[in-house]
């Protein structure tokens, strides 16, 4: 499962920046959204692969915080990305005929660099909270990277203040991405319901269908995992959950994006052309 998410993932990257027709806002963010993809699975995987085969689960305490930061960096940039390319998606309906004068190559950048500063700054501020934290020797963590929850859990010392800035970070940097989404679309479906023929309707929902199938995967599994770790008391159950989070999403995603799009797949077929 990780071999075929980085291989799709670089897929996507590779066809996007070898295809000119490509060099657009939507496919520029697409192949930023693999990227953090790529990064967002291997700040874990390759730890726990490595772990079963040397059959050694220890992990530093500066390891631990690194692999935290880079962690929280990835996911964060996953839900800024998909609040970004739910507002390209917003222009695109809402007000084609300015689409690329409003989503030029300036703005593009410049919304991708404030989502990894924004990503950047949420990774810090959990990086913070926790080196603030002790533990005792020989601390076991019962998952399979570290989790914050589960960080916090093992402290020695008292973790209420810093649960309840953990959770106004958690609802800060996740409310307003998603609250930016919901209004994106809410905006999309009224502009829809304005087009009067139904095959100008149905091209419309198309061109968002993708965006919202990984929107819905994204966040919906992502709850799966907050209630599990949160609710269960098994610690199995919420291990289970995250592996679901942090391998199968990145790797579904490609084919999301490629399965019905015409353009990424005669990008793919070109680019597999060429190496042949």
């Not at 996740?174 to 609250?179: D, E, L, T």
Request: with cysteine.
């Amino acid at each position: 499962m990780y071999l075929l998410t980085m291989l799709g993932n670089l897929l996507i990257i590779l066809a996007v920046s070898s295809d000119s027709h490509l060099h657009t806002p939507m496919y520029f963010f697409l192949s930023i959204l693999s990227m953090a993809d790529i990064g967002f699975t291997s700040t874990t995987i390759p730890k726990m692969i490595l772990d079963i085969q040397t059959h050694s689960r220890v992990i530093s305490y500066a390891g631990c915080l690194i692999q935290l930061s880079f962690f929280i960096i990835f996911g964060c940039l996953d839900t800024t990305l998909l609040t970004v390319m739910a507002y390209d998606r917003f222009v695109a309906i809402c007000y084609p005929l300015h689409y690329l004068v409003i989503m030029n190559p300036r703005l593009c950048s410049l919304l991708v660099l404030v989502s990894f500063l924004i990503s950047l700054l949420e990774s810090q501020l959990h990086y913070l909270l926790m080196s603030q934290l002790s533990f005792c020797t020989n601390v076991e963590i019962p998952h399979f990277f570290c989790d914050p929850a589960q960080l916090l859990k093992l402290a020695c010392n008292d973790t209420s203040t810093s649960e309840i800035v953990i959770y106004f970070i958690g609802v800060i940097f996740g409310g307003v991405p998603v609250s930016g989404i919901i209004f994106s679309y809410y905006k999309i479906v009224s502009s829809i319901l304005r087009v009067p023929s139904s095959g100008g309707k149905y091209k419309a929902f198309v061109t968002c269908a993708s965006h919202l199938s990984a929107v819905c995967l994204f966040y919906g599994t992502g709850l799966v995992v907050y209630f599990s770790s949160t609710v269960s008391r098994s610690p199995k159950k919420g291990a289970v959950a995250s592996v679901v989070y942090m391998v199968v999403i990145p790797m579904l995603n490609p084919f999301i994006y490629s399965l019905r799009n015409r353009d990424i797949k005669r990008a793919l077929q070109g680019l597999l052309n060429r190496t042949a």
